[in-house]
């Protein structure tokens, strides 16, 4: 491990975090949601969406693009279904509020769903989804983004990273759960690996003429510009299947958009109202009951069963395990939990920065 890199336990960070946002003006409640997003993130692996996010909310909030008091309207309200629109608040406490009102129409009712507009990046998709498999649920998150997926043919960047993400509980220590972009890698992969100086992966951006990118900080310049664009899922053209990537893509940005009569494609790249430049998204969460079926213990039997017979399948020679969806992170909680949260020297310097400007001085980092 490089000496670069200092690892703070997590409890300090997500406190941390939280104390960043109460400062910058959002509510006490409001910021414990936030910060344990965001931590959620980090112990699970996912170091595109955790504290390094952290910063890019702090000048979005200091730009005014984002609102620090999240009003949420309910525009339309049934017993399974909902609209809401976020008002351009803080998405993580958008989001939140949104999975947890389909919840309790699922508890009542077997389904839950709720589309949200006006509303901004949201943190991992996967946080939400977990929110329905600890109340026993399967749970699915999806939100649109700015543009960086171009469609199959195309070198323009439309749609955004999309995740469609889907979790379910099992009858194991940890639950299904895929939390992933329909690109093969975002733009937080990007950004990662801009602050390392680690070149991209082959096949995975390709700029305005098609060539192929790994240039992580040239990608992120031409981003801006909207000259590169993330491939999706299957990559570049029809050979590997890369529709496939793009037609998942678009179902997403129909379920994030086209429910709330809200904003798509071009538009998520900002737009200006009063003079101020706003960055909005919309959202879709389901929650299934699985109660409302076959009941929470036997479906999480035959889930436990699916992914105990999918980890013992035969393996490839030289591999020595096969995981499933959501095992790797759980594991990497476990780890993380005791080791703490590892900040790069990018990331620390951006914790000085916040703090500084904050006057966060009852912490006291070893950088």
Known sequence: MSDDIVYVDT????????????????????????ADVLIT?????????????????????????????????????????ALLDGNCGMGHVIAYKAMKMAIEKAKEFGLGAVAVRNSTHFGIAGYYSLMAIKEGMIGMAVTNARPSIPPTFGCEPMLGTNPLTVGAPTDEEFPFLIDCATSIIQRGKVELNARIN?????????????????DPNLVLNKMLERKASLLPLGGNGEDTAG??????????????????????????????????????????????????????????????????????????????KIYTAGEKE??????????????NKSLQQDIKIMQRELGLVKYKFSF
């Open 330 to 343: 759980y594991l990497a909680e476990v780890v993380r939990k005791e080791s703490g949260i590892a900040l």
């Open 11 to 34: 409890g300090t960070l997500e406190n941390f975090i939280r104390d960043v946002f109460i400062g910058l003006g959002v509510p006490d409640e409001d910021a414990t949601i936030i």
């Open 243 to 320: 529709y496939k990537g793009y037609g998942y893509a678009t179902v997403v940005e129909l379920l994030s958009a086209a429910l709330q009569k809200g904003i798509y494609l071009r538009d998520t790249l900002g737009i200006v109202e009063d003079g101020q430049k706003r960055l909005k998204v919309g959202h879709f969460f389901l929650a299934i009951n699985t109660e409302s079926f076959i009941g929470l213990e036997s479906f999480k039997k035959t889930a436990g069963n699916i992914m105990r017979d999918l980890r013992g399948a035969r393996k490839i020679l030289g591999e020595e």
């Open 41 to 81: 993130s980090d112990l699970r692996g996912i170091d595109s969406h955790g504290i390094q996010r952290c910063k890019m909310y702090y000048d979005r909030i200091k730009e005014g693009i984002y609102e620090v008091n999240t009003k949420i309207d309910v525009v339309k309200d049934g017993p399974t279904t």
């Open 198 to 214: 680690k070149p991209l992966p082959e096949n995975t951006v390709i700029d305005d003429k098609g060539e192929i990118m790994t």
